[in-house]
């Protein structure tokens, strides 16, 4: 499907960094539906594209009139936030159309939803739908303090009981992912996104409480961060044998889309597995969330938008 054409309608300023940008049709013709927990990629001016969640605090999602995103103004920024954060009322841009790699599971099984910081977007379709729908849930959002609680008083008023806002100041410290998992049903579907470190502890819980991996789902809110000790390497490409050089700073999707090869992602942030590859030669540097322990240990698969390589070339099955 074509890309569409957006007008900003409005900004809001929901929480400390974060703005809301609501967007409708540029040209007044009807916004392809989605589904709770989708994204759309939204077009930067150097050509790149950034993913951002569809919030649906309405119940729209299937004949939806506006589009809303949320976005936290980040200090490291690569280009995204930045945009999205100049944007003023009246401007157009481009959008994918809506895509989904973050369902609800489960069917009507209890839903635990996990949100850390700006990684409640997603979330909020998710706990719109499951309300309408009447299934068990639980909605656990956790921020740094309540100037960062972007959304809250509009979750408390539709959620009630089934919000729990937990403040880091005000707790003292981290959200209890421990006693979450405990309290969880048995048959749970356990949703959550934020940053890495709440991701992988939580399925390291779950995993350990006996719940199947299939019933833990999570979406990451950034792409990993680039590390100060990052260095270049090869990577060669089985189907033609074509090396190329991947720099510090840039991805190895980023290199090879630039010299023209075909290639299938989507996230870029290594949490929803499209650009899986199967790894021939060489020991691959995971920075993903989606691989598990033991396919990490083995070096046999990576994802190609955010690992990098611990040895000097590594041979795709590309």
């Known amino acids: 499907m074509a890309d569409i054409e957006l007008k900003v309608a409005r900004i809001e300023a929901p929480a400390d960094l974060i703005r809301s940008v609501i967007l ?21 001016p150097d050509g790149d594209t950034r993913p951002y969640s569809l919030i649906d605090f309405d119940g729209h999602c299937a004949a939806p009139e506006q589009y809303r995103l949320g976005i936290r103004l980040e200090s490291d920024s690569r280009g995204g936030s930045r945009f999205m954060h100049g944007l003023a009322e009246g401007e157009t841009l481009r959008a994918s159309p809506p895509k989904n790699d973050f369902a609800l599971g489960g069917g009507d099984s209890p839903v635990v939803l996990i949100a850390g910081g700006i990684g409640i ?8 739908a499951l309300k309408a729908s009447g299934r068990p849930y639980v909605l656990h959002y956790a921020v740094r303090n309540q100037g960062a609680a972007a959304f809250a008083d509009r979750l408390a008023q539709q959620h009630g009981d089934n919000l729990c806002l937990h403040l880091d100041d005000a707790a003292g410290g981290p959200l209890d992912l421990a006693g979450i998992v405990a309290r969880a049903d048995d048959a749970a579907h356990v949703h959550v996104c934020g940053p890495k470190p709440m991701i992988e502890a939580l399925r390291e819980l779950a995993v350990g409480a006996g719940y199947p991996k299939d019933h833990i789902h999570f979406e990451l809110f950034d792409a990993p961060a680039d590390q100060d000790d990052d260095t270049a390497f090869e990577v060669e490409l089985a189907s033609s044998g074509a090396v190329y050089t991947i720099p510090p700073g840039r991805s190895i999707i980023d290199v090879l889309e630039e010299a ?40 046999k698969v990576m994802q190609i938008c955010v690992s990098r390589a611990r040895t000097p070339r590594l041979k795709l099955d590309l």
């Open 260 to 299: 023209g090869e075909d290639l299938m992602y989507d996230c870029q942030r290594g949490d929803c597995g499209i650009c899986q590859t199967d790894v021939l030669e060489g020991t691959p540097d995971h920075r993903d969330v989606v691989l598990s322990d033991e396919e990490h240990a083995s070096g």
């Open 24 to 44: 409708v049709s540029a040209d007044g013709s009807p916004l392809p539906a989605f589904t709770p927990g989708a994204h759309m990629r939204i077009a930067l």
């Open 121 to 128: 977007t997603p979330m909020i379709s998710m706990a719109t």
